[in-house]
Every structure is written in C-alpha cells, then in structure tokens.
C-alpha cells in the first residue's frame, strides 16, 4: 500500500455523511441510533443516510452491531434511542408502514420448505399485493430459478434456497432492500445474479443498505462503503474513491486490527 493511498484513505475516514444530489431526500435515515440489551450497548449512537439508487455495503467485525441495525431498519427490534426513518416512515411509530416498503433478507430465507419455489413466491405476490400474475415466473427467471419452478424449496441446496429468497425480496419492487448476508452460500452463478438485482434495484430507484464479511465482493457491488465498529460508523467512503487495497487497509485501521 502506498503513502499516497493511506492519505487518502485517512482523509476519506472523516466523511460522516452523505452528499444529497438534487436535493434527494434520505430512503433511510439514522439519527443517533441506539440499541441495548441489557447492559449490552450494541448500537451506540449511529448516524447514516442511504438515498434513492444508492447501493450501501455496511461491514465490521462480529458482534459490531450490523445484524442489529438491519433487524431495527426492518422493525424486527425496537431502538432504544434515537432515531430512525425507512422511506420517510418512523421505524417506531409507523412500523406498519415501514414493513411494506421495506425488502428483506436475513440470515433465516422466510421460505416455506414444503412449497415448491413457484408456490412461495405466489404467496408472497399474495401478501404483497403484487397482482401482475407473470411477475413470479419473470422474478425466477432473474435468480436463475425457472427450471426449479415446480420443485418443492426444501429439496434445493443452500444456494439455491438464497437465490429464492432474493426473488422473494424483489417481488414486489420496494423502494428499501435490506440485505444481511446476500452473498451467503452462493456459488459464482447466484453472485451473478445478486450483483445483476443490486444494480438493477438502484437503477430503478432503490435504495441498498447490504452487509458482507467479503470485503472485495462487497465493494465490487456497492456505490458507497461504511465500516461499523463498535456499534458506530467510523468510516465511509464512495465506492470511486477506493480500490481494494485502500478498503481493506481503511477497514483494518478503523476497527483496531493488525495485520
């Protein structure tokens, strides 16, 4: 790594925030975020804003309070303090609201195993109120699953199992996708097919907050990076003004590793 890299990437460390381009307003919008569990302070102040067509790659070490911050973005977990807005609706006060508008994808797919893939998605079209009938068949056909159609989800490997879990999570088109993990158990093919429903959500106007312990994946699939270290987001940078190298040293400073 070169002296001209580290200063870079020194100086990047000090962007906070986001520019708002035309005056966008925030898809997703923290404010002094905080979440406890009993004496454990998990999020402890995070502040961090996602707009329209942004892909947001969070990453930090285990236990840095990233799955915590997806589960309360999806009202999953109530904040203990703070603030939080997932496309402009409070994620306390109007949680209804926020679940409808909100995609996403833990570390459990929400499949049904006994069902078929084309029968979990139609249920999900159901619960959704996604009524064009041909928007299953065209989202398996987008995760590469239109031969699987007619086979009963349990019976499909791991990868497999994701792939159809990203489809369910691009059925209905939400403004918000919130993904812990996309990337997990995916071979080559089913990377493909995340980086191909990233891009094209943000094209459409999504916004992308998604977690990865891949760090060179991950920055290949996002327009902007934040580091999560200690329940706070120490670091954020465009995805422009870094390369792999800059990112992962970046990274390492901002949570205390050595090499």
Same mark, same amino acid.
């Given at each position: 790594?070169? %002296?001209?890299?580290?200063?870079?990437?020194?100086?990047?460390?000090?962007?906070?925030?986001?520019?708002r381009?035309?005056?966008?307003?925030?898809?997703?919008?923290?404010?002094? /975020?905080?979440?406890?569990? +009993?004496?454990?302070?998990?999020?402890?102040?995070?502040? /961090?804003?996602?707009?329209?067509?942004?892909? #947001?790659?969070?990453?930090g070490?285990?236990?840095?309070?990233?799955?915590?911050?997806?589960?309360?973005? &999806?009202? /999953?977990?109530?904040?203990?303090?703070?603030?939080a807005?997932?496309?402009?609706?409070d994620?306390?006060?109007?949680?209804?609201?926020?679940?409808?508008?909100?995609? !996403?994808?833990?570390?459990?797919?929400?499949?049904?195993?006994?069902?078929?893939? &084309?029968?979990n998605?139609?249920?999900?079209?159901?619960?959704?109120?996604?009524?064009? +009938?041909?928007?299953?068949?065209?989202? !398996?056909?987008? #995760?590469? /699953?239109?031969?699987?159609?007619?086979?009963?989800?349990?019976?499909?490997?791991?990868?497999?199992?994701?792939?159809l @879990?990203?489809?369910r999570?691009?059925?209905?088109?939400?403004?918000?996708?919130? !993904?812990?993990?996309?990337? &997990? +158990?995916?071979?080559?093919?089913?990377?493909? #097919?995340?980086?191909?429903?990233?891009?094209? %959500?943000?094209?459409?106007?999504?916004?992308?907050?998604?977690?990865?312990?891949?760090?060179?994946?991950?920055?290949?699939? &996002?327009?902007?990076?934040?580091? !999560?270290?200690?329940?706070?987001? #120490?670091?954020?940078?465009?995805?422009?003004?870094?390369?792999a190298?800059?990112f992962?040293? @970046?990274?390492?400073?901002?949570?205390?590793?050595?090499?």
């Amino acid at each position: 790594m070169t %002296s001209n890299g580290s200063q870079a990437t020194a100086a990047l460390a000090g962007t906070d925030r986001q520019e708002r381009v035309d005056g966008a307003q925030p898809a997703i919008e923290l404010l002094g /975020l905080r979440r406890s569990f +009993g004496p454990v302070n998990v999020l402890r102040g995070v502040d /961090l804003e996602v707009l329209p067509g942004e892909r #947001v790659l969070l990453v930090g070490p285990n236990g840095s309070g990233k799955t915590t911050l997806i589960k309360t973005l &999806a009202t /999953l977990l109530r904040p203990t303090a703070g603030q939080a807005r997932v496309a402009g609706f409070d994620v306390v006060r109007e949680a209804d609201m926020v679940r409808r508008c909100v995609g !996403l994808v833990g570390h459990q797919t929400f499949l049904y195993g006994e069902l078929t893939a &084309a029968e979990n998605l139609a249920f999900y079209a159901r619960m959704y109120g996604v009524e064009d +009938g041909s928007r299953c068949r065209e989202t !398996l056909w987008l #995760v590469g /699953l239109s031969e699987r159609a007619d086979k009963q989800t349990r019976t499909l490997s791991r990868g497999m199992q994701q792939r159809l @879990a990203l489809a369910r999570v691009a059925l209905h088109r939400p403004p918000v996708l919130l !993904l812990d993990e996309p990337d &997990a +158990g995916l071979d080559q093919q089913g990377i493909t #097919v995340l980086d191909t429903l990233l891009r094209g %959500s943000a094209e459409s106007g999504c916004a992308v907050l998604f977690t990865s312990h891949n760090l060179q994946r991950g920055l290949e699939m &996002a327009s902007r990076v934040a580091v !999560l270290s200690k329940g706070r987001i #120490v670091f954020q940078a465009p995805r422009e003004r870094l390369n792999a190298g800059d990112f992962e040293e @970046a990274y390492r400073r901002h949570i205390g590793a050595t090499s």
